[in-house]
């Protein structure tokens, strides 16, 4: 993209704010953002008070800052985490403000950092970041997520390109992806809704005990929880606000029970967690439990989220997408979990959504999503397993089994 402004940019914006979060006249709005997106920032926050936003606070990251603290920082600084920050944040979405993400981060940002300090920084903001966390899994406000073309990402991208030429190119996907192209983006997104809502309709009324993945390298069973509910597209928040989680979004998505997951699993594109890219994962699952895992890059940073705590090593989402989707078709790999997830069936570990369960679990306390074989971590990392060699069955309590999808596509 030119140093000019590209009207895209505010039809971007206008549907993070009328889609994406659904923002209601009179609410606050957080937002973080990667230094690199604050034109993108800027026109959203604009965008946002044209919607009738009260307050828009944004909080910007900066990966010369990160990048410092590896550098410089004292060994006990990576036990240390902005637990006031994350408090603030979790207090604010308790009174109702709305929460959207700006993603764009440098895949390789700690590539050849401590590993040692990596996984110890993860995880102090993790548990610092658990009471905000909690409130999104749960819905309890409105929140998306949109992402910014950056140069570090577009260089991950389009490694052989000029980067003016690597920024524009993946500033294009986005778009696309994001489906902002047509004269009427906030209407594609209705229509798009509407189909990811037909689809979640036909999986409920199977009411499938499990799924069962296989393909190259895989041949998983995903217990699915009791009382699980498929969710795909806008959902309603606790809030009563309609609201699309990711822009974009292909997937339709449940709880599985954290109980019930059995067999082998390989990953179908990398995972960039936290800065590292982690590629050719491929673990085993015992009663629910990973108790085997290898990668062929960032093994041991794996080791170290799978330590995370007793909830990471299970599951807290399965998610279901069509190989022949629109960011699939691009043929490219963003080397990001918010479009690669949408490109492929994936799995999630960590923390469940409360959200994926009939009447939206709005009666469930903790002990009744737990009772129900829902999942509880500090973590939530989502990783592809699908792809045109996979079939995904399911399979009902009495047993029978029936195509869910054939060499990744839906079997209608």
Known sequence: MSSSHDPRLDRLAEVAVRVGLGLRPGQELVMTAPLEALPLARCITAEAYKAGASLVTTLVGDDASTLARFAHAPDAAFDTAAGWLYEGMAKAFRNGAARLAIAGDDPSLLAGQDTEKVARANRARSRAYQPA???IANFSTNWTIVSAATPAWARTVFPDRPPDEAVARLWNAIFAASRIEGEDPV??????????????????????AALRFRGPGTDLTVGLADDHEWCGGATTARNGIVCNANIPTEEVFTTPHRLRVEGTVSATKPLSYQGTLIEDIAVRFAEGRIVEAKARTGGDVLA???DTDEGARRLGEVALVPASS?????????????YDENAASHIALGQAYSKCFRNGGIDFGEDDLTARGANRSLIHIDWMIGSAEVD???VSLDGTVEPVMRRGEWVD
């Not at 209705?190 to 199977?206: C, Y």
């Not at 629109?326 to 918010?338: C, D, M, Q």
Request: hydrophobic residues 50%; charged residues 20%.
């Open 133 to 135: 966390l909690e409130l």
């Open 187 to 208: 209407g594609a997104w209705a229509a798009h809704n509407r189909a990811l809502q037909r689809r979640t309709e036909v999986l409920n009324g199977h009411r499938f």
């Open 304 to 306: 170290k989220v799978l």
């Open 326 to 338: 629109p960011i699939s078709a691009s043929g490219l790999l963003f080397f990001n979990t918010l």
């Open 392 to 394: 995904v069955d399911g």
